[in-house]
């Protein structure tokens, strides 16, 4: 299991790298467009502050471009590059086409259907948003569930997205989900309980220590 930060802030990738366990950053366009900066800089200070991979979603429609724009952003990034690729026909087929190139992950996926198409293409990672999924389909725990049955056995991995709470977080990788991606109050959220804190401070009260 992997845990990622779901950002495009240098700062936030800053401040997820010194939590010491998180394994590296996925971004979407809609996070790029938040900065000022020019992708290119967003991306070289990205991969600076992880050692781990680093997802950029493709936004051209159209095949060649597609490709076209995977590859630009492999000379961009580097070893560490994942491409997301949205889950539509033409999707499907640049993730063909760059796979055996380029770890390809498929995303904006809401349907079993689909995700064993990204395994037959090809797909290092099958991306679920499982809170905009319960919106939009009632469940996206089960679409999950659905997921990691018709996965099985493959080489394809579901990545966990859109995620609202420790709840909802915990309840995917309950399902089958093998990696999270989290904004970084999530991921603070992650490691904090009220009755953690409690403890902790009786310990700090009545107990001994070398110091």
Same mark, same amino acid.
């Given at each position: 299991?992997?845990?990622y ?63 076209? #724009? ?5 000379e961009?990034?580097g ?21 055996? #190139? ?24 099958a ?25 099985a056995?493959?080489?394809? #991995? ?54």
């Amino acid at each position: 299991m992997s845990i990622y930060l779901d950002s495009a802030i240098a700062a936030e990738a800053e401040a997820a790298r010194e939590l010491g366990w998180v394994k590296g950053i996925t971004t979407n366009p809609t996070l790029l467009a938040k900065s000022d900066l020019p992708v290119q800089t967003i991306f070289k200070r990205l991969t600076e502050l992880t050692t781990g991979p680093v997802f950029y979603q493709l936004i051209t429609s159209d095949f060649n471009e597609m490709v076209a #724009e995977g590859r630009a952003a492999f000379e961009l990034i580097g070893h560490q590059t994942v491409l997301k690729i949205p889950a539509s026909l033409v999707g499907f087929q640049v993730v063909a086409r760059l796979s055996p #190139e380029i770890p390809c992950a498929v995303t904006a996926i809401y349907s079993a259907a689909q995700a064993a198409v990204s395994q037959e293409a090809g797909a290092k990672y099958a991306i679920a948003y499982v809170n905009r999924a319960t919106k939009l389909l009632g469940d996206g725990v089960a679409l999950v569930r659905e997921m990691a049955s018709v996965l099985a056995g493959s080489n394809t #991995e579901i990545l966990a997205a859109s995620i609202k709470s420790p709840q909802e977080a915990v309840a995917s990788l309950q399902a089958g989900a093998h990696h999270l991606t989290l904004p970084l109050a999530m991921l603070q959220s992650l490691t904090t309980h009220e009755f953690s804190a409690q403890t902790i401070d009786e310990f700090a009260k009545n107990g001994r220590g070398i110091f």
